[in-house]
Structures are given as C-alpha cells and as structure tokens.
C-alpha cells in the first residue's frame, strides 16, 4: 500500500485522507437531519454473516484503498448515530464539531500521557484543564490534584483506592490482611460502580452499604448516619462515603453539605460521584445544586458526558494534597520514570495511575474550552435542563403517561411509563405492575427496529420498566421531544 511513510506517497496519503474527511463530512451532514434514521438495526447474527458486501472477517490478502473507503462507509452506516437529535438512550451524545477535530490533532499526534517526555504539551494542558475545573469546585489553589481516565467507573475507583491508602498506606506493601474490615457507603441509586470497586479492591460487595433514598432518589442523612454506626457495632471500619451528584437513572443530587457533615463527624473520605452531574457546575442557574461539593475529598466529574466533550473525557480530582496521587500508586518503573531526568519528574504523571500507557483525552476539552469559553458549556447545559423541562411539563398534562416521580427534573433525567389503552382503566397494583412491566420493553425494541429515535427504560426498586429520557444533546429541539413522545404513542398503541 502506498502510503507514508513510502517515499513519494505524499499526494496518495492526502488523497485517501481526503476521501476519508468527505466520507466522514458526509455522515456529520446526514447527522443533524431529522429525515435521517438514528440506527439502521441489524442483530448481531446477522451483522457476523455479512451485509450488503460488508464483512467484518479479516483475510490474509490486503484490500485496496478503495475498498477500505466502502469499509469505513459501512462501519458507519451499521452504527448507531448517537449524535442525532432524537437519539436519547445515553448520557453522552451529540458530535462537537471542535471537538472531533481535538480528537483527529489527538491521534495524528499519537503519543502516550505517561511522560512529559514524550507529552509536554498534553502534560501541561492537563495541569491547566484540572485546575479549571477544580477551581469550579471551590478547591484553593494550595490543595487539589487531579488526573484524567478512561470513564466513571475507573475514576470511581482511584477514590476508593486513594481513601483506603489515606487511612491505611501499609495496605500498598501488605495487603487487606494487614488492615481492618473495611466499611463503604453509597446511596441506593448511585452508579454500580461504587460496589464495583469494592469487588476489584478485595474490599467486597457485602462491606458496601447501601443507603437508602427518598422518593426522589437522594440519599437520607439520616440513614447514613444510622448506617455507619450499625457497621461500627458489627466490628467493621466505616472510611468511605459516595454521595451522588446526578444519579444515572433519576439525575438526583444528594444533599452534599449534611453528607459532608456526616464524614467530618466520623472522619470519612467524601467522594462525590459527579461523572454525569459535574457539567452543571459550568452554570450559572444550575450550580447551586451541587452545594457542598468543595467539602468533598474527591470528586468524578465526566466531560464527555454533559459538556459534550467526544468519548472518552473523564476525570478524578483529588483534593488531598497532590503528593497522595504519587504514593499510593507509584511503582517507578526504572525505564520509564528514570529520576535523574534534567526537568522536573513531578510531570511525569503516569506513576500517580495504575495504567502504564494512557490516552491523550485532554486536547479536544482544552480546544473546546478555548472555542466556548465558560458561556458557551452554560448556554448549551442550560438548553438541555430547558429541554427536560419542556417534556415534564407535557406529561404532566397527559393522560397516556405517568411520571415516575412528580417534582420537576433536577438534571436533564425524565422518567416516565406509557400506558396504552388498556391498563388505562386498571387500578395501581400488582397486576397494572405486570402488565406496565412489559411495555417499555416492548416499545423499545419496535423503536429500534423502526429506527427512528431511541430511548432506555430500565426498572429500578420497586419500580417496573420505566423510560428514561436524557438530554445532553443541545442539537436537539422541542420538535424532537414532540416527535419521541408520538412515536411512543405510535409504537406502544394496542
Ligand atoms: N454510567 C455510564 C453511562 C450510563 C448511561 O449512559 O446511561
């Protein structure tokens, strides 16, 4: 194949890469129109057996540069356009124009974040970025440290790997034999990853607490409190608190200051899991929601998910001082963190992780930070609360839907049942609770066989199948919520 770094491959290598961009221009055009479909679902049998030509099995013999073109055409005409304005399944969505193009700079470069050897730009971009974002928690400027990682769930683990070596450094050398039976507590609606860690860390599931909520879905003060001293009773060693800011299913926001209470109290690690609620701290009207958040010892917050920032944009930021990150996870691999270097070594960041190689995922944040500024994150946050708004207020003058909670949404979450005609009638109960059951399921999988727009239902608690529609998208439109609510008439009628 000729291509660079063939000599004389120049004009092949720009006239592939430019079919590539017109390929890919192409599908960002398509992307924001309404008459184009979300998914062009196919099951995965079907997707392994081959369609249309297109093939995922791999031969021995290279395919020209042509039919790499048809490839990359297909890959993208199979996927799901999770940036369209009527796709409302997950917490990331939408395509940032300027942050693709931080994304395509960050591959071009492609060059690893363990050493500001072979990163000083990224290195120090990163320092500046978490900075930013940890003078938005209120952090001074003498406290805070910080790293990026690939998604919530890992970012959710360094707290708890760094609440555990703050109390128990000796864990690092000597294992959990060495140190008491750990106690964690998180709410019942938080994100699985809190018991996720738990199970990675050898700290187990069982040792996490559950606490419980109020109908809204925010933990109750109160029953922190008597949890932590029930687990004291039963012998174990209470460290770890995760409040919740922005839960996954109904967007709420747990009261951080009477949290933050609760761990000065008992001396416990506050983390704040604000992967999908981070983002509001960038407005001005929605802030207040995360008060007490500065208290906190550690905080997740995810810019790929309500900032819009192209996936993978997570963060960890550590209060504590910045020497904690280093000591709990660094191993000074002599062929990579070499300390008699001639800069300064505290830059090679890759020590503070528990990866060795790590992505670039600061550059496109920094480059759409540049393009917005602060208004430009707050105008687009607040259009997509204003967007919740909007469906709240049209169900609750509905008579098909049913919201699953009354109060207005706190975060873009909207969480609601359809009731076709006949549970209309039926009374609240057992038996309405099968039937409803059923509905979500049914609707969604009509929806992505039509593919028209896309929306998640999960059950949680006592709650039969729910839809949850979320909005982080500020592509989409009023319009766009008209047209989910019919077409779930449309597909859910009977
Ligand atoms: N907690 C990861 C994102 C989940 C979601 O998009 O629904």
Request: net charge negative; glycine share 8%; aromatic share 10%.
């Amino acid at each position: 194949m000729d291509l660079l770094p063939t000599e004389g491959s120049e004009e092949a290598s720009r006239h592939f890469l430019q079919e590539i961009v017109n390929i890919l221009l192409a599908y960002m055009c398509k992307l924001f129109k309404r008459s184009t479909k979300v998914l062009d679902f196919h099951h995965p049998h079907q997707l392994k057996e081959g369609l249309e030509g297109f093939t995922l099995e791999l031969s021995d013999q290279p395919e020209n540069l042509e039919q790499l073109l048809v490839d990359c055409r297909d890959t993208l005409k199979y996927g799901v356009k999770t940036g369209h304005p009527r796709f409302f399944n997950q917490l990331s969505s939408g395509l940032d124009i300027i942050g693709l193009a931080g994304e395509w700079l960050t591959s071009t470069a492609n060059t690893n974040m363990f050493t500001y050897e072979i990163s000083p730009v990224f290195i120090l971009m990163e320092e500046v970025v978490l900075r930013k974002m940890m003078d938005m928690l209120g952090w001074s400027n003498e406290e805070g440290d910080g790293i990026f990682c690939p998604g919530g769930t890992v970012s959710n683990l360094y707290s708890v790997l760094l609440a555990r070596y703050h109390f128990f450094p000796e864990v690092k050398s000597r294992g959990m034999s060495a140190i008491p039976r750990l106690a964690m507590f998180t709410s019942s609606h938080s994100h699985y990853s809190i018991q996720k860690s738990a199970a990675v860390l050898g700290i187990g599931t069982e040792n996490v607490l559950l606490v419980k909520c109020d109908e809204r879905g925010k933990m109750i003060p109160g029953e922190l409190e008597s949890s932590i001293a029930s687990a004291k009773d039963r012998g174990l060693y209470p460290f770890y608190v995760s409040a919740t800011a922005g839960t996954t299913v109904y967007g709420a926001f747990d009261p951080l200051n009477d949290i933050a209470d609760i761990c000065e109290r008992h001396g416990l690690w506050m983390h704040v899991d604000a992967a999908w609620g981070g983002g509001l701290l960038m407005s001005k009207r929605h802030r207040v929601k995360l008060q007490g958040i500065d208290r906190s010892s550690s905080v997740t917050w995810n810019p790929h998910k309500m900032m819009g920032v192209p996936l993978q944009c997570a963060t960890l930021l550590v209060r504590k001082k910045v020497s904690l990150n280093f000591e709990c996870n660094q191993l000074c691999a002599e062929y990579l963190f070499q300390p008699d270097k001639h800069y300064d070594t505290s830059y090679d960041t890759g020590d503070k992780t528990i990866q060795c190689g790590r992505h670039v995922d600061v550059f496109k944040l920094w480059l759409m930070w540049k393009a917005k500024g602060m208004e430009g994150f707050e105008s687009q946050i607040n259009k997509c609360l204003e967007n919740a708004e909007y469906l709240f207020d049209k169900l609750k003058n509905r008579t098909d839907f049913l919201l699953v909670f009354e109060s207005k949404p706190e975060h873009s979450n909207v969480c609601f049942w359809y009731l076709p005609h006949s549970l209309r009638n039926l009374p609240p109960g057992c038996e309405r609770d099968k039937k409803l059951h059923a509905v979500a399921p049914k609707i969604k999988a009509k929806m992505m066989e039509e593919g028209l727009t896309m929306i998640g239902y999960q059950p949680l608690g006592n709650k039969v199948n729910f839809f949850r529609c979320v909005f982080s998208n500020s592509a989409t439109q009023r319009e766009d919520v008209d047209f989910l609510l019919d077409e779930i008439v449309r597909l859910g009628h009977d």
